[in-house]
């Protein structure tokens, strides 16, 4: 098949949504289908099966980029879907591309497949500090979604959790796909190098988009009481708008020597920092599904997720992992040091993400193209 994507974030930008189409893309790939991304990028450009759009930086957090929405005016998405003639437009966004992606079902007259990727309304503070300015821009995004919902044919979420509260909002059936994992790269990975560089100390990793609503400072909260019972090191890995306040958070309370912040890393050296950790924590508020928590259990690492979201449809407390409230330091300090000291949970967590590797759900979306689902 020839599949059209339309995405709002993509490579050298790196979030859940670009690390699910980068898994999507090389898994539909491998079973010969072709895909073509439409995306924001520094000018109006086409490279090999890539067309992006110039866009603005969002200030508020410089990795992302923005289309203007004057760009929608332009021939230019009906004229390469024309040539292209794909047989699936599928959009990732219901932002600006997210508009070009009905202009181009509407060129080609054909249905349109829309993922729900992310709880945009969770970030409204990034635009208004008013109370009243977020509310009303909330209301504003629920009833965008229910129209834009009422423009697609097949609409997708990665998580029960998200099919349920989106179909609240767009009263239409969601399917559930989530995300697959290419679980021999995180099985298979060697993590002795990272594990070298802090010898004796149990490593206790977080990776993801530095963010508020990922609420990495209860980690900064938690860890006193994990570390009045056990020597570790808090890693915190990847970069956002957030990290600097966090490192003061973690200076104040006298913990900078205890949190590293690493920045972004490459995905080869991202893998060895999994294998390398003894437990994952994810006191993230924010998840539609938690890509970062299937990683972490396909490399054999177990993990302590907030009981919030969707993180619940897929971690079982005490069964493949553990939960603990998002807003309780101590309980989640606790659960971090259960995770450690019980091995056998690391097993179960490999056994139950073997059923979401990415060959699996690349064949259901597959099917869902083609009606099957």
């Not at 508009?99 to 729900?116: E, G, K, N, R, Y």
């Not at 990793?205 to 530095?210: K, T």
């Not at 808090?234 to 309370?253: C, E, H, N, S, W």
């Amino acid at each position: 098949m020839e599949i059209a994507w339309f995405t709002d974030t993509w490579l050298p930008n790196r979030d859940g949504v670009v690390t699910s189409l980068l898994a999507f893309k090389k898994a539909l790939e491998r079973k010969g289908h072709t895909i073509y991304i439409f995306a924001p990028g520094e000018k109006n450009e086409e490279k090999e099966n890539l067309f992006l759009y110039k866009a603005k930086t969002f200030k508020p957090y410089p990795q992302y980029k923005f289309p203007s929405i004057l760009s929608i005016f332009s021939p230019r998405t009906k004229r390469i879907i024309r040539k292209i003639q794909p047989d699936v437009i599928h959009s990732h966004t219901p932002g600006i591309m997210g508009i070009h992606a009905i202009l181009a079902s509407h060129a080609v007259d054909m249905p349109l497949f829309f993922t729900f990727h992310t709880f945009i309304d969770d970030s409204v503070y990034l635009l208004f500090k008013s109370e009243e300015l977020q509310n009303l821009t909330k209301k504003f995004i629920y009833k965008w979604l229910r129209w834009y919902c009422s423009n697609c044919s097949c609409i997708i979420a990665p998580s029960n959790y998200a099919a349920k509260r989106l179909a609240s909002i767009c009263k239409k059936d969601v399917k559930i796909l989530p995300t697959g994992i290419e679980l021999e790269r995180f099985e298979k990975a060697n993590g002795k190098k990272i594990r070298e560089r802090w010898q004796g100390k149990k490593i206790i990793l977080h990776v993801g988009r530095i963010v508020k609503e990922k609420n990495i400072e209860l980690l900064i909260e938690a860890a006193p009481h994990v570390l009045s019972k056990i020597d570790a090191i808090f890693v915190i890995t990847g970069d956002g708008p957030y990290k600097t306040t966090l490192q003061r958070m973690a200076k104040k309370k006298g913990l900078e020597e205890h949190f590293v912040f690493t920045g972004f890393v490459s995905d080869e050296e991202l893998v060895s920092y999994y294998k390398a950790a003894d437990v994952f924590a994810f006191p993230s508020t924010y998840e539609t599904q938690g890509i970062v928590a299937f990683e972490a259990m396909a490399a054999g690492v177990p993990v302590v997720a907030a009981r919030a979201k969707a993180l619940p449809d897929f971690i079982k407390d005490g069964e493949n992992g553990f939960l603990a409230s998002p807003y309780d330091a101590k309980e989640f300090a606790e659960k971090i040091i259960t995770a450690i000291e019980n091995k056998e949970i690391a097993r179960k967590a490999r056994d139950f993400v073997k059923e979401y590797s990415i060959e699996k759900m690349a064949d259901r979306l597959v099917k869902i193209y083609e009606g099957e689902m």
